[in-house]
């Protein structure tokens, strides 16, 4: 069996719930490297995933190391630009962290290196390896739903603000809010089960309100609290969001909160077709209703672990060559909507895409 040599950049909390974990199972993966600039990050990797051989803070060691095949970039999202070319340049293949970067023009930058290195790199769509998502894509694919006109999502929480003050509310390090963390998730799986049509125009409203002021924000609990600092950070970044898109197949609406004052999450996917719809649960199961009997059935099925299956599938790449679902060139259409939809809520206007 061929081994694929590691190195894991960024050991926060992604990569400890996630990568760490998955990698470790994988027998023809050899974790080389920890890398963090907080070296008690990566050696407390380090200590709970003993597979790991190494700890280092400097990411350019493991890229000069000629035993590293592959390396995970799981940075706040600003630094996957440059980790990820740094990489790419020195000939490593990547799977680096949804979002693919701040915006539009530098993700693209990334797709065309490794184009022109013949590198595989990956996006963390993890939610493209969930078995729902398998099914409904197998569905809408066979015809089943008829035309899916619109869909709708829902990505709302009561108080989920994460790290507030610090990289994830902080724009020129996120690249922004609710839209760029949690809708890239949803309005990814929509473009993917819609087979990724081509965009028309966008229309987009986003909102800074819950924590204006950082100090004077209510919260019971908080993501990434680690990373807060509501005394010298910054929250500039959207915590609701709200937008309607056209593309070639269906229009596709969509409300995001990352906090609001109604303590509901609501958070779902409701895919429309003249013959069938769908419920999508966000990370869960599906419901169907059918327009001829008028029945809702809830599908049985398995699930699984999708990040282990994604990380397999990037491992897999890395070994045949072959792209995947996940492939950077099949979700850079994603990393376009996005930067449409900030561009039409600062401009107040409809965005129109070539
Ligand atoms: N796929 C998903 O569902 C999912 C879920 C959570 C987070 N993410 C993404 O993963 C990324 C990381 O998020 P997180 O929650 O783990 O953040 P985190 O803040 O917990 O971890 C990031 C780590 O990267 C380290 N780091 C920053 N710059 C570095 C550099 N140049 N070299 C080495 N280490 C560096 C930081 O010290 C920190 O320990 C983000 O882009 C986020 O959007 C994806």
Redesign the pocket.
Known sequence: MKTVTVAI???????NAVHFPALSKLENVRIKYA????IE?AEKAKEDFPKTEQVI?D?KVALADSEVDAVYV????F??YT?TMDALKAGKHVMC???ITVNYKLSKEMADEAEKRGKILNI?V?NRYNRSIELLKQMNDEGKFGNIYHVYCSFRAFRSIP?LGG?FTDKSQSGGGVLI?WGV?YLDLIMYILGVPKLKNVTCDAYCEMAKDMKAYKYRDMW?ED?KDVENGVNDVDDFISGHIRTEKASISFNGAWAQNLDINDCYIDFLGDKKGARLTYGGKFIVCNGETLETEAPEYDMCNMFEREDEGFIESVLTGVKNRNNIENVIETAKLLDALYVSSERKAEVTLD
């Open positions: 950049i960024g050991c926060g909390r992604i990569a890398c963090d600039l907080i990050k803070t990411y799981l940075t706040p999202n630094a996957h980790v962290e949804k979002p963390g993890c790290g990289a963390d998730h990434s990373t």
